[in-house]
């Protein structure tokens, strides 16, 4: 069977971390006052071939097919991005809410990269608001939910990095580029095609668009020397401010960043701050973004032609990347106790049912079972039962009186 084109199979030690980190992040997201949604696998493709909204990269790569009987011939498409469709759902169902309304998801998207992934799970945020709110404070509020989540998760020192794609425009108009010639830049951007882009910004006069890719600072002073390097117009100068805005609501809010215009520009809607998180900062190539999103403040008036507007950013964390990060395995170890059964799988059941009344994760161990996936392993066919701390090799005697200090013992 050709394998080349599908998505990959999970296998129960699998979703185990899969289930972990799908509950990390809703309880977390709902904490900071985020509803979950819904929205259906299936659209029509119309919704992500609006003006400015998918980029034609991704448009190469997903799925579309005729729906002859379930759409009467509609073209249709299997969900390639979260943020779209909850704005469709936004305008449908809360376009009259003057409160922000705070959105979360777990999906799957569906695209194909040149890897052969055909599937990508998706646990995603969208803050949408109608109101004349400010668009830092929002900003720094989506940043802050997903370093909150990720350290939940494991990775203690997130590393975030920011920039602002409306300010690379600017500068093209600047250079007085046309359309062409900027989806030329914007693709070597993107595609992190650095010889390419040198000859390019050579011919073209475009030093300063090299210079400002290079720079790397995590100070917000950076932005104002930013300023004095680039060409004095309306249009720098508004998306040097608005930037500056963002970055010190994220100051007061004491999140770290590091501020980089380099990163990839693969969604049109985006009309302010971009963000990407990584595990730390020793760990920084594409294959290990955590994170990514941005503002997108023309969204709904496209997708409903103008009749609804709001400023709205998201962000969707990469679950396939952070379920695969070793600080993970050891965030869900840490909670987590894996009971192995003797003769009396009842009291196996009980004792786990016991467990997680009391909100500790705990399963019954199956045929198969990969015990190293916990540090936690109560082996339950004695009197003392003993439970072992894998990470340390010490084993705590424990009889069926004293179940209940397993959370204790565990830091719980």
Known sequence: MDTQKRGKDLLPKDMIKFRYAERVFLE????????????????????????GTLDPRMLDNIYSFLDWDGWSGQRVVLRPDGTIPANRLFIERFADAGAPVRLCYVADMFSYDEDGTSEHRQCGVELIEKNNGSPAASDAEVIGLSV??????????????????????ELLDAAGLTDEEKEVVLNLIHEKNRDELVRVCAAKNLEKLLGLLELRSSSRDFIKNVGAFLPKTAGIEAALDAFDDSVGALGKAEIPIEISFSLPLNFEYYT???????????????????????????????????????????????????????????????????????????????IVSMLRD???????????????????????DGDPMRLLDSSTGKIHDLTKEKIGDIPDLIGR
């Open 358 to 380: 009391g909100g500790t994760i705990a399963h019954i161990a199956a045929a198969g079972q990969d015990t190293a996936v916990f540090r936690w392993v109560l082996t339950a």
């Open 272 to 350: 302010g701050l971009v963000m990407e998180a990584y595990p730390d900062s020793t760990r920084i190539s594409r294959g290990d973004v955590l994170m990514s999103g941005g503002r997108y403040d023309n969204l709904t008036a496209i997708l409903s032609e103008s009749r609804v507007t709001a400023r709205a950013v998201g962000c969707a964390l990469k679950i396939e990347r952070i379920v695969a990060g070793a600080e993970f395995t050891t965030a869900m170890a840490e909670r987590a106790v894996l009971v192995v059964p003797g003769t009396d799988r009842a009291f196996a059941r009980w």
């Open 28 to 51: 977390e997201a709902i904490r900071w006052g985020y509803q979950e949604i819904r929205t259906p696998t299936i659209e029509p493709i119309s919704l992500f071939t609006a003006a």
């Open 148 to 169: 909150s989540i990720l350290r939940k998760m494991g990775f203690e020192s997130p590393l975030v990095r920011v920039g602002y794609p409306p300010l690379v425009r």
